[in-house]
């Protein structure tokens, strides 16, 4: 079945860069997401990246997908308060429902 | 649109009662999902519905748990007994069905329950 997986905290100070990272386990994935959730919401949907693609850039935020070792990542170029929050790593994999298999969250705390 | 729309947003309630809490997704939204989310396991999928129709409930914890989909624009999670170990904040997501789309989930604000 399918597995996600991230580490449940990261602490940056203010101005540096964030890396989360995340792996997954099931190759027919098409869609991998980054979802955002803020204190006291529900989760949203920050950056996508489809699965032919290596890279994708959106202002400060890149994703990098390693397909051959099922790895994704998310980078926050010049983190900023606003940016603390649980960051999801999610996947979609070919089968015909809307299902996401959502990782466990990964908390980002940033330091002013 | 106005979003997901969960009520009530928090709920406090003894030991033993019965709980319900709702969902109304977004217009035109074909699938809708509802997760629990703790601080010990994180975000866990209950289970969702497509075209109201129930597809998976395999993550419903026990026989305590229902919830139902009567039409496209309202569901129900219902807990009957209540424990403390349901405490929780429970959270609705929809999707639209685009073919070929994105799949990407809007979720509520999240029902914060605690059992007392």
């Known amino acids: 079945g399918e597995d996600v997986e991230q580490s449940l905290f990261l602490s940056v100070r203010e101005g540096d860069s964030s890396v989360i990272n995340c792996t997954y386990t099931d190759s027919s994935s098409t869609y991998l997401y980054w979802y955002k959730q803020e204190p006291g919401a529900g989760l949203q949907l920050l950056t996508y990246i489809f699965s032919n693609m290596d890279m994708k850039q959106d202002q400060r935020l890149t994703v990098l997908l390693n397909k051959k070792d099922k790895h994704l990542s998310l980078r926050i170029a010049d983190t900023q308060t606003g940016d603390s929050a649980i960051y999801f790593c999610a996947e979609k994999n070919s089968g015909g429902y809307q299902k996401v298999t959502f990782g466990i969250g990964t908390k980002l705390q940033v330091i002013p | 649109d106005a979003g997901v729309i969960q009520s009530p947003r928090h709920e406090v309630t003894e030991m033993g009662q019965e709980v319900t809490l709702r969902c109304k997704p977004i217009?035109?939204?074909?699938?809708l999902f509802w997760y629990r989310q703790t601080m010990m396991r994180g975000l866990e999928l209950l289970i969702y519905f497509n075209n109201n129709v129930p597809i998976d409930d395999s993550g419903m914890p026990e026989d305590r748990f229902s919830a139902k989909m009567p039409n496209a624009s309202f569901s129900t999670l219902k807990i009957q007994p209540s424990e403390p170990r349901d405490s929780a904040v429970y959270f609705c997501?929809?999707?639209?069905?685009?073919?070929?789309?994105?799949?990407?989930?809007?979720f509520g604000p999240g029902t914060r329950l605690t059992v007392t």
């Open positions: 217009s035109g939204h074909n699938s």
């Open positions: 997501a929809s999707t639209p069905r685009v073919a070929g789309g994105l799949y990407e989930q809007y």
